[in-house]
């Protein structure tokens, strides 16, 4: 596919990716997704270190099919002052840069954001750490994991009386990434619509998912309650919980609204409870929940997911399979959005992938094309567009400069 055929809501705009670890690149992919011209900048002989990042095929990393896609790769040493150089010069043409570097390491080479927007005031910096830019924490390494154990997320994941539980997957980094693509929008509007300037981003991966986390903070402020771990439970509505059916599959229900509570009794017959007056409540469900699971488990003991699926749908209650990624290429629903597309690998052949985040009517996204190579697009970046010399480039690759 034509890597200059961007038709988004973004075309238009160039992002310099220079992060790494996740959240930055996550950033930078959302935005290539929609549209803006993204330049991978990598370091020249170890790349980026999620190319090599879980699972891979052939050698090549699947993740980073993922994140590197739509992106233009480049081989380029910032720690070197010709390296910095190239930096500032593609930054001139940029309207956005993101790193993810600790605080103080672009301008110890010399590239902090006065450098940087010298040429280009209306460039946007978005800086994405672990802690923030500022404060005691902010020189301290960090990853995902460490703020979901600070945010409240893990004290609040797990079975009753068992230890927190943290994911199995990048929660708090792709909650930063979806963040920072939306901060990197509002920069934006405010530069283009507003008449405003450029401006540094600062954004951390402890702030979005301590949002995303809701009233815990509060609730403790105003009651002094930590909400406990409760498994698949909820303090808030039941029943709410995964259940096994008579094939061994499982199901999820929940019960956020008193009507589908009120269905659910009904379908697996105990429309008793209903007249109960704890049951008006999700909080006084809740607290009967022990009652609730066991009426709710043992109706769908005896039937199978398809039988339990069909029987909720008829009676208007919400239920969703338990999937893993074979079960959900296949759903039907799944399908029809073509949340999983088919997109054309230059070394896989064709590969599945969740597709853009969101539809949009006029505007849409598009996967151009999947994680390219270390240095794919050095020359054409370096020597085409910016004009620097090939021979200069050349003199640079050799010395490990550039890839």
């Known amino acids: 596919m034509n890597r200059h055929a961007a038709t988004g809501p973004l075309a238009g705009v160039r992002v310099i990716d220079a992060s790494t670890v996740l959240a930055g690149p996550m950033a930078a992919q959302i935005l290539g997704d929609f549209g803006a011209d993204v330049i991978k900048v990598e370091h020249p002989t170890v790349g980026d270190s999620f190319r090599n990042h879980g699972h891979s095929k052939a050698g090549h990393g699947l993740w980073w099919k993922i994140l590197g896609r739509n992106k233009r790769c480049i081989g380029l040493y910032l720690g070197d002052p010709e390296g910095a150089e190239i930096l500032v010069d593609l930054a001139r043409t940029a309207d956005v840069v993101i790193e993810n570097f600790r605080p103080g390491t672009l301008e110890r080479w010399g590239l902090g ?16 750490t672990a802690f923030g830019q500022t404060g005691p924490y902010a020189g301290r390494p960090g990853f995902g994991t460490l703020v979901e154990s600070m945010s409240g997320f893990a004290a ?20 930063a990434g979806m963040a920072a693509a939306n901060a990197v929008t509002m ?48 303090g808030n509505n039941a029943p709410r919980n995964t259940y096994r059916t008579l094939d061994e599959s499982w199901v999820a229900i929940s019960t956020s609204a008193n009507s589908i509570a009120e269905r659910v009794m009904r379908l697996v017959g105990h429309p008793e409870v209903i007249d109960e007056p704890w049951f008006a409540s999700g909080r006084g469900r809740a607290e009967h929940a022990d009652l609730l699971d066991g009426y709710v488990a043992d109706w769908i003991g005896q039937r199978t997911r398809a039988e339990v699926i069909k029987a909720f749908e008829a009676a208007d209650a919400a239920v969703a399979p338990v999937y893993d990624a074979s079960d959900l290429v296949e759903d039907e629903q799944v399908r029809a959005l073509d949340m999983v597309t088919t997109v054309q690998d230059d070394d896989l052949g064709p590969v599945r992938m969740q ?20 240095g794919a697009d050095t020359d054409e970046v370096l020597v085409r567009e910016l004009g620097i010399d090939a021979d200069r480039v050349a003199a640079l690759r050799e010395r490990g400069v550039v890839a």
């Open 156 to 175: 609040m994941t797990g079975e009753p009386g068992g230890p927190p539980t943290l994911p199995p997957f990048g929660l708090a980094d792709s909650i």
């Open 355 to 374: 597709n853009v985040l969101f539809r949009m009517s006029h505007t849409p996204g598009a996967i151009r094309w999947t994680g390219r190579d270390l």
């Open 113 to 128: 954001y006065d450098r940087l927007s010298a040429d280009n005031p209306g460039l946007i910096l978005a800086r994405v």
């Open 187 to 234: 920069a934006l509007y405010h530069r283009d619509a507003r008449g405003g300037s450029g401006q540094v981003l600062d954004v951390s991966l402890l702030e979005p998912i301590v949002t995303a986390l809701g009233p815990h903070v509060i609730t403790w402020d105003q009651l002094q309650t930590i909400p406990p771990r409760l498994g698949n439970r909820s």
